[in-house]
């Protein structure tokens, strides 16, 4: 689609989404009345910069449905992913919601030279998750043979895999690597697996795990990007050129912002990504902050397509880490030990990649108001600990106690989080 | 009868033991009893001082945490069948022990032990007319 001509597209889709949002959603509403604006006040896609931002936080003050801009007979999906104090963030989708996520994802897959001949191995956890139904909507869409194994018990992806002669994986970046190396293990030749593309997502990665993946699995390895709260995995996802990831425009309106003063940054900035949900019903969003920092590239791709490209994302404008592809705030884990204890006691996560899976390491330290004179008190408080973020993060996590002033500080403040996998791609 | 007892939260990392009784050690502490329980991750440093007091707050200002408690101490034959006794009058009254150590001293063996119920413990104790040792006693040994 020729760029001028998409711009109108997208200037008629935000008119409508703001129109939708002010008289359906009473918090936009109020919003934009603080701004002093209205639905008349957005004209073209330029107008956007004078609508207010969206926050994950005002998902939370709002749970689960107060930014829902459909009568809730409309919703035919909920998926909900984990949240700070206990609240997931929930996002619902009308029927035609889920047509435009099979869409896009069938764009996904398109991209990464998917077509109905092929066979989709989809690794990716099934259920609240966004991961697993994305992808499975959009296989179908595109006509392929869908094979929803979802996450885990790597024997069976191996023995399925060779059995069901899959051609696509669809999985985290580092479950992909866990498995290529589990399927040299296994002793397997690999030509006897046809597996030819993986579309890799949910977590960062960098350009050297790519060619490791690309290596072990004699596979291409494609990226691809998406939230929950947008619509899941179909926002942006490469082509086989790999060089930065297409964003579906017409659907998601990409800007690029500083995130400490929130203006608009020049073209080609580094700056804080932030997509307004441009054809979105259910929940659709306005200036949504991603907190992923990125940049984004105009220019006409190798492959023919218009549609702006995204670097791949360089960190985050906020403390969320993304450990297995679940989101994980330090914040979460603090609110959970101060439930135990009534106070906050210093502690660190630390987290690694060990043969290629992300690893969680949480250690506490041993304050005077948790320590009796007994094992059995030690060693219940530490798996309390460990059961509670285990059950409400979703994530298996080592707790460890330690000694006071054990854990490193910085200006008497202690580090809270030290990840070792390198993966931030910082240039 | 009821002994004032010092805990320290260790980790398991070499060296950490000698550094609690180099501290103790500086200030010319008497340690008479000393146990550690240990899991594969961290133990439990339990002693008894000549000054409880003292030793606590040298421990915290280095750092160590540190829990005050209570133990019972009683004085027996070192043969084991009076270890047993003493074992057996109190789980003869469903006093359980949450944990025991003990040390030799002479042909007599000093006990030390924390229950459920301390003040059920010594009553159980007395009744049966077992020697119970007081701190002041202890700490002459």
Known sequence: MDRNELRKVQGERLIETVERTYFNVPYYRHRMQELGIGPESIRSVEDITRLPFTTKQDLRDNYPYGLFAVPLSEIVRIHASSGTTGKPTVVGYTRNDIATWSEVMARTLTCAGADKNDFIQIAYGYGLFTGGLGLHYGGEKIGASVIPISGGNTLRQIQLMHDFGSTVLACTPSYALYLAEAIIESGISRDEFRLRVGVFGAEPWTDNMRREIEDKLRIKAIDIYGLSEVIGPGVASECLFQEGLHINEDHFYPEIIDPETLQVLPEGSTGELVFTTITKHGLPLIRYRTRDLTRLNYGRCKCGRTFVRMDKCVGRSDDMLIIRGVNLFPSQVESILLEMGGITPHYQLIVDRINNLDSLELKVEVDEAFFLDRISQLEGLRSKIQGTLESYLGLGIKVTLVEPKALERSEGKAKRVIDKREIQVLK | ?141
């Open chain 2, 1 to 141: 009868m009821l002994i004032p007892q010092l805990s320290v939260f260790l980790e398991n990392k070499s060296g950490r033991l000698t550094e609690v009784l180099e501290v103790l050690g500086k200030e010319a502490l008497r340690i008479t009893a000393l146990s550690v329980a240990d899991t594969s991750e961290f133990g439990i440093l339990r002693l008894i001082v000549s000054d409880t007091e003292k030793a606590k707050s040298l421990l915290k200002d280095n750092h160590f945490t540190v829990n005050l408690s209570e133990v019972i101490s009683v004085m027996a034959p070192d043969e084991a069948k009076y270890y047993a006794k003493i074992l057996k009058i109190l789980s003869d009254q469903e006093i359980s022990i949450e944990y025991t150590y003990a040390f030799s001293c002479g042909s007599k063996s000093i006990i030390i032990l924390r229950c459920n119920n301390n003040g059920q413990a010594i009553k159980a104790l007395k009744d049966h007319e077992m020697e119970l040792i007081n701190a002041s006693d202890l700490y002459k040994i």
